[in-house]
């Protein structure tokens, strides 16, 4: 069918082309004659004309001889011009067009043979959604995923902070020592993801879920997804998608664990299914949300693909802020107890908030700062745990929130990575 449909568009852009070239040829004569011919056609008529006007008695004999010769001078000079024009090769335009309309063609034969799939059968929509379900079914398991995966360089560790470093090795000696501690597990998971070492963070988050069997929390579920999916190279495998489908029967409000539910779905070629995941996702924000740029970037086109082609996303909106440096040196002018009063509701309002909605790693820095401000450093480490959990599987986010941790403060912020790693009962 599309060989049909193309020759008949190919047949009816070549009779356009050729057809007023063609219809131009009268008696072998080109449509493009010089002007003098033309001339010279108009000044006979004139002459006829004049002695028409004779014999009806419209003009005096004196004034048609006048006529004559003037009309006469214009012949001449028509005649002698049209003498040096060249005649006009109607067989050669039209071959020159032909040509030209062969070579266009062949040149847009050549480029579908090189870039088009010409042995491509026609693929009606059952036939689409069958072949996106083989595709489903036939999805590597992890391990087969993770050996074919492009390898990852080793983490630069040059600069890391030897302390730091030592704190982490007295931590793996530790989960080594007692590998059924959930806490130990959990710490293991956090700091060996904060450098870079994916494969065991993934085999330490691996343990803490099985560790925690049902009992297991949406975000540890959603951050081991996140991890074997980057362990894959990108690819939603079976397992991380049983994964992902336990934490959003636990919170099926968890945006992570929805953004890659849509990353799954366009891997398996259901764009009609992904494209209301992640418009919902791009409408509920925040736009700093480190899954936003991404879904911005491919909504429209994946709009497209599912079948609604006048979509418009929305927008960006700004996003609501927690009080910061700036807010604090605005409120100079009010009593200790008004200032403390505005900045206890401005971070209960956003605590609140990211406990409900959940929110852009800017935003949960932004709390434990304001946290830590106010010198409530128990209560922040705690909002950086959950925050690491959270976007355990975002490099880029983990180092927004770890800023705000190593941030200025009253005193330092109690976490696991600022204090000594307390070994793991033996």
């Given at each position: 069918?599309?060989?049909?449909?193309?020759?008949?568009?190919?047949?009816?852009?070549?009779?356009a082309?050729?057809?007023?070239?063609?219809?131009?040829?009268?008696?072998?004569?080109?449509?493009?004659?010089?002007?003098?011919?033309?001339?010279?056609?108009?000044?006979?008529?004139?002459?006829?004309?004049?002695?028409?006007?004779?014999?009806?008695?419209?003009?005096?004999?004196?004034?048609?001889?006048?006529?004559?010769?003037?009309?006469?001078?214009?012949?001449?000079?028509?005649?002698?011009?049209?003498?040096?024009?060249a005649?006009?090769?109607?067989?050669?335009?039209?071959?020159?067009?032909?040509?030209?309309?062969?070579?266009?063609?062949?040149?847009?034969?050549?480029?579908?043979?090189?870039?088009?799939?010409?042995?491509?059968?026609?693929?009606?929509?059952?036939?689409?959604?069958?072949?996106?379900?083989?595709?489903?079914?036939?999805?590597?398991?992890?391990?087969?995923?993770?050996?074919?995966?492009?390898?990852?360089?080793a983490?630069?560790?040059?600069?890391?902070?030897?302390?730091?470093?030592?704190?982490?090795?007295?931590?793996r000696?530790?989960?080594?020592?007692?590998?059924?501690?959930?806490?130990?597990?959990?710490?293991?998971?956090?700091?060996?993801?904060?450098?870079?070492?994916?494969?065991?963070?993934?085999?330490?988050?691996?343990?803490?879920?099985?560790?925690?069997?049902?009992?297991?929390?949406?975000?540890?579920?959603?951050?081991?997804?996140?991890?074997?999916?980057?362990?894959?190279?990108?690819?939603?495998?079976?397992?991380?998608?049983?994964?992902?489908?336990?934490?959003?029967?636990?919170?099926?409000?968890?945006?992570?664990?929805?953004?890659?539910?849509?990353?799954?779905?366009?891997?398996?070629?259901?764009?009609d299914r992904?494209?209301?995941?992640?418009?919902?996702?791009?409408?509920?924000?925040?736009?700093s949300?480190?899954?936003?740029?991404?879904?911005?970037?491919?909504?429209?086109?994946?709009?497209?693909?599912?079948?609604?082609?006048?979509?418009?996303?929305?927008?960006?909106?700004?996003?609501?802020?927690?009080?910061?440096?700036?807010?604090?040196?605005?409120?100079?002018?009010?009593?200790?107890?008004?200032?403390?009063?505005?900045?206890?509701?401005?971070v209960?309002?956003?605590?609140?908030?990211?406990?409900?909605?959940?929110?852009?790693?800017?935003?949960w820095?932004?709390?434990?700062?304001?946290?830590?401000?106010?010198?409530?450093?128990?209560?922040?480490?705690?909002?950086?745990?959950?925050?690491?959990?959270?976007?355990?599987?975002?490099?880029?986010?983990?180092?927004?929130i770890?800023?705000?941790?190593?941030?200025?403060?009253?005193?330092?912020?109690?976490?696991?990575?600022?204090?000594?790693?307390?070994?793991?009962?033996?």
């Amino acid at each position: 069918m599309f060989w049909i449909v193309a020759a008949a568009i190919t047949a009816l852009v070549s009779l356009a082309i050729l057809g007023p070239l063609w219809r131009g040829r009268e008696g072998g004569r080109s449509v493009s004659e010089p002007a003098a011919a033309y001339d010279l056609r108009v000044y006979r008529d004139q002459l006829t004309e004049v002695e028409r006007d004779l014999e009806r008695g419209v003009i005096q004999p004196e004034d048609a001889v006048r006529l004559r010769t003037e009309i006469g001078r214009k012949v001449l000079e028509a005649d002698r011009r049209l003498s040096q024009t060249a005649p006009a090769t109607g067989r050669g335009g039209m071959l020159g067009a032909a040509l030209v309309l062969a070579l266009m063609l062949a040149g847009a034969i050549v480029l579908y043979l090189r870039e088009g799939v010409p042995g491509a059968p026609d693929m009606p929509l059952a036939e689409r959604f069958a072949a996106a379900d083989a595709a489903y079914r036939a999805r590597p398991a992890q391990a087969e995923a993770e050996v074919a995966a492009p390898a990852r360089p080793a983490p630069d560790l040059s600069e890391a902070d030897p302390d730091y470093l030592a704190m982490v090795d007295q931590l793996r000696a530790a989960v080594a020592r007692n590998p059924d501690d959930p806490q130990g597990q959990q710490l293991l998971a956090t700091h060996e993801l904060r450098l870079g070492n994916l494969t065991a963070a993934r085999q330490a988050q691996e343990r803490l879920v099985a560790l925690a069997g049902d009992q297991a929390d949406a975000g540890q579920l959603m951050q081991l997804a996140s991890l074997m999916v980057e362990a894959a190279g990108g690819l939603v495998t079976p397992e991380a998608e049983a994964l992902l489908a336990r934490a959003l029967a636990l919170d099926p409000g968890q945006p992570q664990a929805r953004y890659l539910q849509g990353v799954m779905l366009i891997q398996n070629g259901r764009p009609d299914r992904a494209f209301p995941v992640w418009r919902r996702l791009l409408e509920e924000g925040p736009e700093s949300a480190p899954w936003i740029p991404s879904i911005r970037s491919a909504i429209v086109e994946l709009a497209w693909l599912a079948g609604d082609d006048e979509y418009q996303p929305p927008a960006p909106a700004a996003d609501l802020r927690g009080p910061d440096a700036e807010a604090l040196a605005l409120a100079e002018d009010m009593t200790p107890e008004e200032r403390q009063e505005m900045v206890e509701g401005m971070v209960s309002r956003l605590q609140d908030r990211l406990a409900t909605e959940g929110g852009a790693p800017e935003e949960w820095a932004q709390l434990i700062g304001s946290l830590r401000l106010l010198g409530r450093d128990d209560q922040a480490g705690a909002i950086l745990d959950e925050a690491r959990q959270r976007f355990a599987g975002a490099p880029e986010a983990l180092a927004v929130i770890e800023a705000a941790a190593e941030g200025p403060g009253p005193e330092t912020i109690p976490e696991t990575a600022a204090e000594p790693v307390p070994e793991t009962a033996p």
